[in-house]
């Protein structure tokens, strides 16, 4: 007589699933910067082994969706795993048109959110949608346009978000708006990175709260402003990244010894630093180089806050370095304090 074979319990096949995805992605692409989309292959297939596999497959297929047409979005939208299945992190990089409030009401406990640039612009009434209540990360890579109704209020007002990371990168969003986020995740946020805010409808700086439990900020040009605004007397800080045009005086306040922390990353990808060679011509930028290998060198001596620096990702190599005075007395200042040199990829450079 028969016996029907055994069923692994719900558990095993679960954690089964996720190193077969994880190993999927590696396999794939030879490097852990995979495409996620063979791990979505495995897990289709998965869903037709047997009832045992399909629930299982099913739910980590819908934790994590990304909509980048307006069929996927329509089809996210309509579907009954919508509904069935708990979705945790939803990228929508396509243009859905007003729909995307709608279906943005219904999600449910989603704990990630990111907004495309191909969403071209989205009202900030989203974030007060109680679906989104739950959110950790929210990354906004659109344009965030403010309602007439809130923005001719003379108060900003905190958005009620309990966000832990928060990205503001789409061109010409609202500095209104992104005060408004801050003052709503003052106390919660731990990783900001703020890029590209219009400078159109200006707040005071004084808008922007410190964020006592910061640890890492990215910003450009655009934010640096008030960037130093972000940081109390003693604040948490470990990494920081400076993004384009920011200027040597910028550098210099953001770090200045009113801050009491203790970097231990810190990253400089200002456009003259990258480029071997600027739109203004090879005289002005290596001189623009020049300039910022003093200030780092400056800084790593006078400013209490990158005493402890560990690890510097900068557009230089070592070779670079050695090509001028200032380059390599910053080299040695760099060997002598046991900092890591790293490119902007976060690969270490060859220093062989």
Known sequence: MSSAAPTLPAEIIKHILELAVEGAATWDNGDAQANPRSGYDLLRKA????????????EALWQRVELRTGAQAFEFASSAGNRRYRTKE?????????????????????????IGPRVKGISSDFMYLPSLKDLSSLKIRCMVVESYRRSSSPEIKPIPLQLKHLTISGEFSSRRTAAAILLG??????????????????????AFPPLPNLTTLKFNDHASSFAQNLLPHNSNLRQSFLFDQSEVAEFQALFSNSVKTSLHSLELSNSHLVSPYS????????????????????ALHEFEVLRELRVLRVGWTRTSLGKSHSGATLLRTIDLRGIKLEGLSAQPVNIL
């Not at 990783?191 to 159109?200: A, G, I, P, T």
């Not at 739109?279 to 400056?298: F, P, S």
Request: charged residues 25%.
């Open 90 to 114: 939803v990228l929508v990089d396509c243009p859905v048109g007003p729909s995307l409030m709608k279906m943005l009401a219904e999600l449910e406990g989603v704990k990630s959110l990111e």
């Open 185 to 206: 995740v003052q106390h919660s946020l731990i990783s900001l990175d703020l890029q590209n805010l219009s400078k159109k409808f200006p707040v005071p700086t004084t």
């Open 47 to 58: 869903a037709r082994v047997s009832k045992a596999w399909s629930v299982p497959a099913c």
């Open 279 to 298: 739109w203004r011509g090879e005289e002005y930028d290596a001189a623009a180089r020049i300039r910022h290998y003093d200030a780092v060198e400056w």
